[in-house]
């Protein structure tokens, strides 16, 4: 019975804790909050026998205001964004836009917290309308708000949450163009740091590739230095390590040094020695450029692609001694002559002069009286031979 107990309770231990009933205080605050919702309804129902009535939308938005925080204090959560939620919807119907996107992310804040991922990101997106509604000026911080609600997925929901990060940055700065006629604010170029960050913590190294461009744009825009040597850095080493074409890196690389400041920068430094030595297969130069300082201070992924890059310096020794390997079938010499055409003419014009030795002997000796026509005959018929 004692080695039973114990091992039940571990299990025992494991299991959630039971829910707490809600207290004294927090049921009398409940119950606040629910006569402030009946009075909010009450203000846009009609009364029966009213003539001279109007709804007051604004007051009753401010009553649900008030039963969302009384929900919120006494723990309620999901009461608390429905309050939320009405407060916001009618702050919208009266043009109260910045009311509206406040109670709206107070309800999305709720939301996330109450264990409800999806009806956060819904949220969100209507924070993200409700920006919008304001002024254009504020679509950096519209953005942000879809950022919140892809971070509200991520866990739990990781494939939709790729889909909300590369949404967000699509608003801002749409594909193929640049920030420089965006409103994006002073902290635009967050949003695009946030998405690129996640990429890379989940091994989307494409989709951090493909919002490089639009994330050098807007660091550019809004004169983030520091960042930005580090992303040209990154860009090249995803580059490489997706594709393994040194030739497109380097390329790459020359449209940085159009940025004037880049080119006193370690990173350029460190960017220019790593392309060099991936495309130079210079395994001596790749080890020493793994060693800069600058790849410390880069995302963990891009770290771990740099000290895997490797290179097999013998390629181009290979590639070379190539032509001087006899092949089988002509030989050494043959091989020499298909690379220089002036040595396979010299070649030729030796060749017409060699002489076998038994042959030259042959022709040396003094034929007999009776066979001089026809021994002068072949040896002309030798030498004719030869020369073919």
């Excluded at 049921?27 to 009609?46: C, F, H, T």
């Excluded at 940085?256 to 130069?285: F, P, R, W």
């Amino acid at each position: 019975n004692a080695s039973a107990s114990r091992a039940a309770a571990p299990a025992a231990a494991a299991a959630p804790a039971a829910k707490r009933p809600p207290t004294t205080l927090q049921l009398k605050s409940k119950a606040d909050a629910e006569g402030l919702k009946a009075e909010a309804e009450k203000l846009m129902v009609k009364p029966r026998f009213s003539v001279f009535w109007e709804p007051n939308f604004t007051k009753a938005a401010q009553l649900y205001d008030k039963a969302a925080n009384k929900y919120q204090g006494a723990g309620f959560l999901k009461e608390a964004v429905d309050m939320f939620v009405e407060a916001a919807a009618l702050d919208s119907r009266e043009q109260y836009h910045g009311k509206a996107q406040a109670h709206y992310a107070k309800a999305a804040d709720l939301a996330a917290k109450d264990g409800d991922p999806h009806r956060a990101c819904q949220l969100y997106h209507q924070v993200f309308e409700s920006y919008l509604e304001l002024d254009a000026d504020h679509l950096g911080r519209a953005c942000a708000a879809l950022i919140k609600g892809a971070q509200a997925l991520q866990v739990a929901h990781p494939d939709e949450a790729a889909v909300e990060y590369m949404g967000a940055c699509d608003q801002l700065v749409r594909p193929g163009s640049t920030a420089d006629l965006q409103p994006i604010g002073a902290t635009g170029h967050e949003i695009y740091q946030e998405a690129t960050e996640w990429y890379l913590s989940t091994g989307r190294y494409k989709d951090a590739l493909d919002i490089s461009d639009r994330l050098i744009s807007c660091l550019k825009k809004n004169n983030v230095r520091a960042s930005l040597a580090k992303t040209y850095l990154s860009v090249v080493v995803l580059q490489l390590h997706l594709s393994g074409d040194a030739i497109a890196a380097h390329q790459t690389f020359m449209n940085h040094l159009s940025d004037g400041e880049y080119l006193m920068t370690q990173e350029c430094k460190a960017e220019e020695e790593l392309v060099i030595a991936m495309k130079s297969n210079d395994a001596k130069g790749l080890a020493e450029v793994k060693e800069s300082s600058c790849f410390r201070f880069l995302n963990r992924a891009v770290k771990d692609m740099v000290s895997k890059f490797e290179v097999n310096d013998d390629e181009l020794a290979d590639e070379d001694d190539s032509a001087l390997v006899d092949d089988g079938e002509g030989g050494l010499e043959e091989d020499l002559c298909a690379e220089d055409p002036n040595l396979a003419l010299q070649t030729r014009w030796d060749a017409m002069n060699l002489r076998d030795p038994g042959v030259e002997t042959a022709a040396r000796s003094t034929p007999s009286a009776g066979g001089d026509a026809s021994g002068a005959g072949a040896g002309e018929e030798d030498e004719e031979e030869d020369l073919c």
